[in-house]
């Protein structure tokens, strides 16, 4: 069985540890870059820099004052530093943590100078990786790998939030569409809606929400779940379908249905009831109550006011199929989320055929258009004062529900 | 002609009208095409709103302009895609970032400025103390060791007017000493030699933004950095000898690996890996380990998608450890299933 590790790293990783590092056969895994140090000897090696190097340590064990040994270490620091090997003067103040007084700190206690600003280089590679302690590192790097993988969590984030922008605002429902994923557009009653559609079984589906309310998409979904059953065949028959057109449907094509055809199909359905109404919901999984006759069910809850599913044409009905939720559906316009119902008697809000016939040619903003009825009458067309209370809400952003 | 049009002459109008309405909403939600509605009607029934959350549902933006402005302006300082922050911009000055390229800029531009004359107003030194050609440094020097005396009088040149001082202490600090002639000195070469001063400051700010950029991401890692630049790990939150981390990173090198960005973890290890000069005897096995380990993690991540094996990794022979006889284990046997039936 594979474990995770290789030899390359079990080497590696003992170069990492204290006990490897000090074998000369395993040897230290890593170090400071060999060029570093490089670069840092060609500097401290340029004949002015040695000499004035030897100037400040010289200068050191109490020669001069502390005041005088500080300003002899910025000489030239807001002219040319690098011939001082001073600190940038202009980094006094933002090396503070590591350059403390805006010259090295006394790293011993004889007040002596350490090697100018490449020794801070030097000191701090040195000492980012350990010392002489490789798990010191390990824990510098750890961190430092951790506050960087959060903060660019929020940093990249940061960025990417253009991308949720384009598509966000007022029209949407905001923030509740982020987090609701986009269902707040339907309805904001999340637990009637669910509750709605946990009695639908398999009634929709959602690879085809196109043809949502279609008679020959109901008729498909039966059979994609069942198969062709005899009522529905006789119903193809009767609405005029060639043989051909059934076998494209069983096997899963909507194309070629005219719509006169569709509609001897949903008139067909008006008269699917009883025991084929029911076989029909057992196949799709649908738990609504179902009447035997064309007429509210004898035996569903006398104190439910749910409506019952008298005819296979119920199905398609929004009002029927989502009985605790229907009135609370919205879409969204233009203008922002819209009621679907305009009531809770399930009126349609008619003005919602602005937005989904190609065939209305006035558009008015639905708002303004409520706005402008709202100050000639207390009762909008279709629209009662208090959904437009909530619509108006919705609007401004100031949900309360 | 829209489904809607066509649906109405199928069905009552008011629902032609409803389902495409109910059509067009439930099409805004993402992926719902890939679910199915039992589970969505599952899910929805306790799904959570902003409900009650006026001044969340009154943003008109995802992130209102002064979050933006804080993240932006707090954490996105670094060097990477977006100012994010590198593995480079927190310990990178280890690995030679920005000095490595930028020092010899440094030694280059001190080396021609020396090799033109430039520098004589230092370095000078005719080999005596009291010459009248000796540059500041030298004449520092020849202070510092008593050269002058303890009360020096310190002969003038082309490059300092000289003078008698109390002590050594004064000749340096004084407004006629020594440490105001070399600024002014040096102010003169950097201003006669404006091109080569330039080129040498721009990369010494640099590795001094280097520098800051590793401090400060390192103190908001919460690493205490003052101390541990100068070694004081007694006094840093760094402690000795800590194994379990260093195993931590041994075990995640393949992944280290695959960081290939610039500035990213592969090209820090590959900098700061003890590898000498590549050769039998050069850095150490250990070193050249952490080099193999990245790039047998960049392996296997190729041998992954082409579907083909490696045997890199070595056997986990605690797969035969016998187990354990005392952990309670219990199955019915056939009797006691056969006792257990009613009949």
């Not at chain 1, 993988?149 to 569409?177: C, E, K, R, W, Y």
Request: charged share 10%.
């Amino acid at each position: 069985m594979a474990g995770p590790l290789s030899s390359v790293m079990m080497i590696a990783t003992a170069g990492l540890l204290p006990s490897g590092a000090n074998d000369p056969q395993i040897g230290a895994s890593l170090d400071v870059s060999a060029n570093l140090v490089a670069v840092l000897d060609d500097y401290d090696s340029l004949p002015v820099i040695q000499q004035f190097t030897e100037i400040v340590t010289a200068a050191g064990g109490n020669v001069l004052t502390a005041n005088t040994l500080i300003t002899l270490q910025t000489v030239a620091a807001n002219s040319l530093p690098a011939l001082s090997n001073a600190i940038p003067e202009d980094y006094w103040g933002d090396l503070s943590a590591v350059a403390p007084g805006n010259v090295f700190q006394a790293y011993d206690s004889g007040n002596v100078f350490v090697g100018g600003f490449s020794g801070l280089i030097s000191n701090m590679a040195d000492n980012i990786m350990g010392g002489d302690d490789l798990t010191r590192f390990c824990q510098i790097y750890t961190a430092a790998e951790g506050y960087a993988g959060q903060a660019n969590q929020f940093i990249n984030s940061n960025l990417n939030v253009g991308t949720i922008s384009s598509t966000f605002g007022p029209q949407n429902g905001g923030m509740d569409s982020v987090i609701t994923g986009g269902f707040n557009q339907v309805t904001e009653a999340f637990g009637a809606f669910g509750s709605d559609l946990q009695k639908l079984g398999n009634l929709i589906n959602l690879r085809s929400l196109d043809s949502l309310g279609s008679p020959v998409a109901l008729i498909k979904q039966v059979i994609d779940q069942g198969g062709l059953l005899p009522s529905l065949n006789n119903l193809l028959r009767q609405a005029g379908l060639t043989a051909g057109q059934i076998n494209s449907l069983t096997a899963g094509s909507l194309g070629g249905i005219t719509d006169s055809a569709n509609k001897l199909l949903y008139e067909g359905m008006t008269q699917i009831t009883g025991d084929s109404l029911q076989q029909i919901c057992a196949i799709l999984g649908v738990t609504l109550p179902v009447g035997r006759s064309n007429a509210r069910a004898p035996f569903a809850d006398p104190t439910s006011t749910i409506n019952t599913i008298n005819t296979m044409a119920d199905l398609l009905n929004p009002v029927k199929i989502l009985p605790n939720s229907f009135f609370t559906l919205t879409m969204p316009t233009p203008d922002g989320l819209r009621a679907i119902y305009a009531s809770q008697s399930g009126a349609i809000n008619t003005n919602l055929e602005q937005y989904l016939s190609s065939t209305v040619t006035t558009v008015q903003p639905i708002e303004s258009s409520l706005i402008s009825r709202a100050r000639q009458d207390s009762e909008i067309v279709g629209v009662s004062s208090a959904d437009y209370a909530a619509s108006l809400q919705r609007l401004s952003g100031a949900r309360t529900n | 002609m829209s489904e809607y049009d066509r649906l109405k002459k199928v069905i009552p109008p008011d629902q032609a009208l409803a389902n495409q309405a109910l059509s067009r909403s439930l099409r805004q939600v993402k992926r719902i095409t890939e679910s199915q509605l039992p589970a969505i009607a599952n899910a929805l029934s306790v799904m959570e709103s902003n409900s009650n959350l006026g001044q969340i549902n009154a943003l008109d933006t995802p992130l209102p302009p002064s979050v933006a402005n804080f993240w932006a302006n707090t954490f996105a300082t670094g060097t990477g895609a977006g100012n994010a922050i590198t593995v480079s911009d927190t310990v990178g000055i280890a690995a030679g970032v920005n000095v490595n390229d930028q020092m010899p800029i440094v030694v280059l531009g001190i080396q021609s400025l020396a090799d033109a004359g430039q520098l004589i107003s230092l370095t000078a030194n005719a080999g005596n103390a009291m010459s009248n050609t000796n540059g500041i440094y030298t004449q520092m020097q020849y202070c510092l060791a008593n050269a002058y005396g303890a009360a020096p009088t310190i002969p003038a040149t082309p490059y300092f007017a000289g003078g008698s001082f109390a002590n050594i202490d004064a000749a340096f600090s004084a407004a006629n000493g020594l440490i105001p002639a070399a600024n002014t000195a040096i102010t003169s070469i950097t201003s006669v030699n404006s091109d080569t001063a330039g080129n040498v400051n721009a990369a010494w700010e640099t590795m001094a933004a280097q520098i800051q950029l590793n401090q400060d991401n390192l103190i908001a890692a919460g690493v205490d950095i003052g101390n541990i630049v100068i070694g004081d790990w007694a006094n840093s939150n760094i402690a000795n000898n800590q194994q379990s981390v260093a195993l931590s990173i041994g075990t995640r090198l393949h992944s280290i690996g695959l960081d290939i960005s610039q500035g990213g973890a592969s090209q820090f290890f590959t900098s700061v890996a003890n590898v000498g000069n590549g050769s039998a005897t050069g850095g150490s096995v250990a070193g050249q380990a952490v080099v193999a380990s990245l790039r047998e993690g960049r392996n296997i991540k190729l041998f992954n998608a082409t579907g083909l094996g490696i045997d890199s990794q070595l056997s986990d022979v605690n797969a035969n450890t016998p187990v354990a006889n005392n952990l309670s284990q219990a199955q019915y046997s056939a009797t006691q299933a056969r006792a257990n039936i009613i009949i």
